[in-house]
Protein backbone atom coordinates (compact mmCIF):
# COMPACT_ATOMS: atom_id res chain seq x y z
CA UNK A 1 0.00 0.00 0.00
CA UNK A 2 1.14 3.69 -0.52
CA UNK A 3 2.95 5.17 2.42
CA UNK A 4 4.72 8.23 2.37
CA UNK A 5 8.54 8.60 2.50
CA UNK A 6 9.76 9.31 6.13
CA UNK A 7 13.63 10.11 6.97
CA UNK A 8 15.41 9.55 8.71
CA UNK A 9 14.88 5.61 9.22
CA UNK A 10 16.46 5.85 12.84
CA UNK A 11 18.24 8.36 15.08
CA UNK A 12 21.24 7.68 18.07
CA UNK A 13 21.59 10.52 20.11
CA UNK A 14 22.84 12.07 22.90
CA UNK A 15 20.76 13.19 25.72
CA UNK A 16 19.48 17.00 25.74
CA UNK A 17 20.44 17.04 21.49
CA UNK A 18 17.47 18.65 19.36
CA UNK A 19 15.90 15.88 16.28
CA UNK A 20 13.96 16.67 13.29
CA UNK A 21 12.40 14.38 11.22
CA UNK A 22 10.06 14.75 7.94
CA UNK A 23 7.67 13.36 5.86
CA UNK A 24 7.00 14.16 2.39
CA UNK A 25 4.13 12.84 -0.01
CA UNK A 26 3.63 13.09 -3.70
CA UNK A 27 -0.14 13.59 -2.41
CA UNK A 28 -1.96 16.72 -0.81
CA UNK A 29 -3.28 16.01 2.44
CA UNK A 30 -5.95 18.33 4.33
CA UNK A 31 -4.00 17.38 7.56
CA UNK A 32 -0.52 16.27 8.85
CA UNK A 33 -0.49 13.91 11.99
CA UNK A 34 2.83 12.81 14.33
CA UNK A 35 1.89 9.81 16.32
CA UNK A 36 4.38 8.21 18.70
CA UNK A 37 4.44 4.44 18.88
CA UNK A 38 6.23 2.16 21.57
CA UNK A 39 6.73 -1.43 21.53
CA UNK A 40 3.33 -3.72 21.91
CA UNK A 41 1.23 -0.19 21.99
CA UNK A 42 -0.65 1.30 19.57
CA UNK A 43 0.28 4.94 18.03
CA UNK A 44 -0.28 7.75 20.65
CA UNK A 45 -1.16 11.15 19.02
CA UNK A 46 1.28 14.16 19.48
CA UNK A 47 0.52 16.94 17.35
CA UNK A 48 -2.47 17.70 14.72
CA UNK A 49 -1.42 19.76 11.65
CA UNK A 50 -5.05 21.19 10.21
CA UNK A 51 -3.73 24.02 7.42
CA UNK A 52 -1.18 24.50 5.46
CA UNK A 53 2.25 26.85 6.80
CA UNK A 54 0.82 25.80 10.58
CA UNK A 55 3.54 25.87 13.02
CA UNK A 56 2.33 24.14 16.62
CA UNK A 57 4.37 23.45 19.42
CA UNK A 58 3.32 21.03 22.01
CA UNK A 59 5.84 21.15 25.05
CA UNK A 60 9.40 20.28 22.96
CA UNK A 61 7.49 18.92 20.21
CA UNK A 62 6.94 21.95 17.50
CA UNK A 63 5.89 20.61 13.76
CA UNK A 64 4.88 22.08 10.68
CA UNK A 65 2.62 21.78 7.71
CA UNK A 66 4.54 22.35 5.01
CA UNK A 67 3.11 25.43 2.41
CA UNK A 68 2.88 22.87 -0.68
CA UNK A 69 0.42 20.33 1.57
CA UNK A 70 2.53 17.33 0.38
CA UNK A 71 5.08 17.61 3.53
CA UNK A 72 5.78 17.80 7.13
CA UNK A 73 8.39 18.10 9.46
CA UNK A 74 8.46 17.30 13.49
CA UNK A 75 11.28 18.57 15.76
CA UNK A 76 12.24 17.64 18.94
CA UNK A 77 13.92 19.64 21.64
CA UNK A 78 16.71 18.55 24.08
CA UNK A 79 16.02 15.33 23.96
CA UNK A 80 15.20 13.03 27.02
CA UNK A 81 15.71 8.74 27.70
CA UNK A 82 12.01 8.51 27.82
CA UNK A 83 11.56 10.41 24.11
CA UNK A 84 12.72 6.56 22.75
CA UNK A 85 10.31 4.95 20.23
CA UNK A 86 9.02 4.92 17.15
CA UNK A 87 7.69 8.25 15.49
CA UNK A 88 5.45 8.24 12.58
CA UNK A 89 4.15 10.76 10.29
CA UNK A 90 0.43 10.20 8.70
CA UNK A 91 -1.13 12.44 5.87
CA UNK A 92 -5.51 12.43 6.25
CA UNK A 93 -7.46 12.66 3.36
CA UNK A 94 -11.07 14.32 3.47
CA UNK A 95 -13.89 14.15 0.91
CA UNK A 96 -15.54 10.74 -0.65
CA UNK A 97 -16.13 7.72 0.99
CA UNK A 98 -12.39 7.92 2.03
CA UNK A 99 -13.23 10.45 4.53
CA UNK A 100 -10.35 10.59 7.23
CA UNK A 101 -8.30 7.59 5.83
CA UNK A 102 -4.68 7.64 7.65
CA UNK A 103 -1.58 7.26 4.93
CA UNK A 104 1.79 6.26 7.45
CA UNK A 105 5.32 7.20 7.06
CA UNK A 106 7.25 4.12 7.91
CA UNK A 107 8.41 5.51 10.94
CA UNK A 108 11.86 7.06 12.46
CA UNK A 109 12.76 5.13 15.37
CA UNK A 110 14.53 7.26 17.92
CA UNK A 111 17.53 6.14 20.08
CA UNK A 112 18.76 8.80 22.91
CA UNK A 113 21.54 7.46 24.87
CA UNK A 114 21.67 8.97 28.58
CA UNK B 1 -5.84 6.96 27.37
CA UNK B 2 -8.01 7.47 24.71
CA UNK B 3 -10.80 5.23 25.71
CA UNK B 4 -10.19 3.04 22.83
CA UNK B 5 -9.91 -0.60 24.31
CA UNK B 6 -9.16 -3.76 21.91
CA UNK B 7 -9.94 -7.57 23.15
CA UNK B 8 -7.91 -9.21 23.14
CA UNK B 9 -4.37 -7.82 23.09
CA UNK B 10 -2.86 -10.55 21.85
CA UNK B 11 -3.85 -14.07 19.95
CA UNK B 12 -1.45 -16.66 19.30
CA UNK B 13 -3.49 -19.24 16.95
CA UNK B 14 -2.75 -22.03 13.95
CA UNK B 15 -2.96 -21.50 10.45
CA UNK B 16 -6.54 -22.35 8.83
CA UNK B 17 -7.86 -21.32 12.12
CA UNK B 18 -10.80 -18.44 12.57
CA UNK B 19 -10.14 -15.45 15.00
CA UNK B 20 -11.96 -12.56 16.19
CA UNK B 21 -11.08 -9.33 17.21
CA UNK B 22 -12.63 -6.76 19.10
CA UNK B 23 -13.07 -2.81 19.60
CA UNK B 24 -14.82 -0.56 22.14
CA UNK B 25 -14.39 3.32 21.63
CA UNK B 26 -15.76 4.94 24.90
CA UNK B 27 -16.61 8.13 22.90
CA UNK B 28 -19.72 6.97 20.30
CA UNK B 29 -18.35 8.70 17.09
CA UNK B 30 -19.85 7.91 14.06
CA UNK B 31 -16.70 7.03 12.39
CA UNK B 32 -14.40 3.59 12.75
CA UNK B 33 -11.06 3.20 11.19
CA UNK B 34 -9.56 -0.53 11.40
CA UNK B 35 -5.78 -0.53 10.70
CA UNK B 36 -3.05 -3.66 10.03
CA UNK B 37 0.29 -3.18 10.62
CA UNK B 38 3.57 -5.64 10.19
CA UNK B 39 6.84 -5.48 11.62
CA UNK B 40 9.28 -2.66 10.72
CA UNK B 41 6.15 -0.61 8.89
CA UNK B 42 3.71 2.12 9.47
CA UNK B 43 -0.03 1.12 10.20
CA UNK B 44 -1.76 0.55 6.82
CA UNK B 45 -5.70 1.67 6.31
CA UNK B 46 -8.23 -1.60 6.01
CA UNK B 47 -11.26 -0.86 6.41
CA UNK B 48 -13.64 2.34 7.58
CA UNK B 49 -17.15 2.71 9.12
CA UNK B 50 -19.53 4.81 9.56
CA UNK B 51 -22.26 4.49 11.65
CA UNK B 52 -23.10 0.73 11.19
CA UNK B 53 -21.96 1.19 7.34
CA UNK B 54 -19.14 -0.16 6.08
CA UNK B 55 -18.06 2.22 3.14
CA UNK B 56 -14.25 1.47 2.10
CA UNK B 57 -12.53 -1.73 2.08
CA UNK B 58 -8.44 -1.72 1.52
CA UNK B 59 -7.44 -3.92 -1.26
CA UNK B 60 -5.36 -5.22 1.74
CA UNK B 61 -8.79 -6.76 3.37
CA UNK B 62 -8.86 -10.44 1.38
CA UNK B 63 -12.54 -12.26 1.01
CA UNK B 64 -11.25 -13.84 4.46
CA UNK B 65 -11.81 -10.42 6.67
CA UNK B 66 -15.12 -9.49 7.50
CA UNK B 67 -15.72 -6.42 9.46
CA UNK B 68 -19.05 -5.45 11.54
CA UNK B 69 -20.19 -2.46 13.65
CA UNK B 70 -23.78 -3.66 14.50
CA UNK B 71 -24.81 -0.63 16.71
CA UNK B 72 -22.47 2.35 15.62
CA UNK B 73 -20.62 1.62 18.42
CA UNK B 74 -18.35 -1.39 19.05
CA UNK B 75 -16.68 -3.11 16.04
CA UNK B 76 -15.23 -6.68 15.29
CA UNK B 77 -12.76 -7.55 12.44
CA UNK B 78 -12.86 -11.74 11.98
CA UNK B 79 -10.35 -13.40 9.72
CA UNK B 80 -11.25 -17.02 8.71
CA UNK B 81 -8.80 -19.46 7.83
CA UNK B 82 -5.24 -17.26 9.41
CA UNK B 83 -2.65 -17.43 7.36
CA UNK B 84 0.90 -17.08 8.10
CA UNK B 85 1.07 -13.75 6.21
CA UNK B 86 -2.05 -12.70 8.68
CA UNK B 87 0.72 -12.22 11.39
CA UNK B 88 0.46 -8.20 12.38
CA UNK B 89 -0.70 -5.80 14.67
CA UNK B 90 -4.60 -4.67 14.28
CA UNK B 91 -5.47 -1.37 15.24
CA UNK B 92 -9.03 0.30 15.84
CA UNK B 93 -8.74 4.21 15.41
CA UNK B 94 -11.90 6.83 16.23
CA UNK B 95 -11.82 10.40 16.02
CA UNK B 96 -12.79 11.34 20.34
CA UNK B 97 -16.75 12.39 20.16
CA UNK B 98 -17.15 16.01 19.31
CA UNK B 99 -13.76 16.45 18.08
CA UNK B 100 -12.48 16.78 14.56
CA UNK B 101 -11.55 14.19 12.73
CA UNK B 102 -8.19 13.22 14.23
CA UNK B 103 -8.05 9.74 15.00
CA UNK B 104 -6.86 8.25 18.42
CA UNK B 105 -5.50 4.09 18.63
CA UNK B 106 -6.59 1.66 20.61
CA UNK B 107 -3.52 -0.20 21.94
CA UNK B 108 -3.84 -3.23 18.90
CA UNK B 109 -4.06 -7.14 18.98
CA UNK B 110 -1.44 -8.47 18.40
CA UNK B 111 -1.75 -11.53 15.92
CA UNK B 112 0.75 -14.59 15.72
CA UNK B 113 -0.08 -17.30 13.14
CA UNK B 114 1.75 -20.31 13.60
Known amino acids: GQQLNQSPQSMFIQEGEDVSMNCTSS?????WLWYKQEPGEGPVLLIA?????ELTSNGRLTAQFGITRKDSFLNISASIPSDVGIYFCAGQDAGGTSYGKLTFGQGTILTVHP | DTGVSQNPRHKITKRGQNVTFRCDPISEHNRLYWYRQTLGQGPEFLTY????????KSRLLSDRFSAERPKGSFSTLEIQRTEQGDSAMYLCATPLEGSTDTQYFGPGTRLTVL
Open chain 2, 49 to 56: FQNEAQLE
Open chain 1, 27 to 31: SIFNT
Open chain 1, 49 to 53: LYKAG
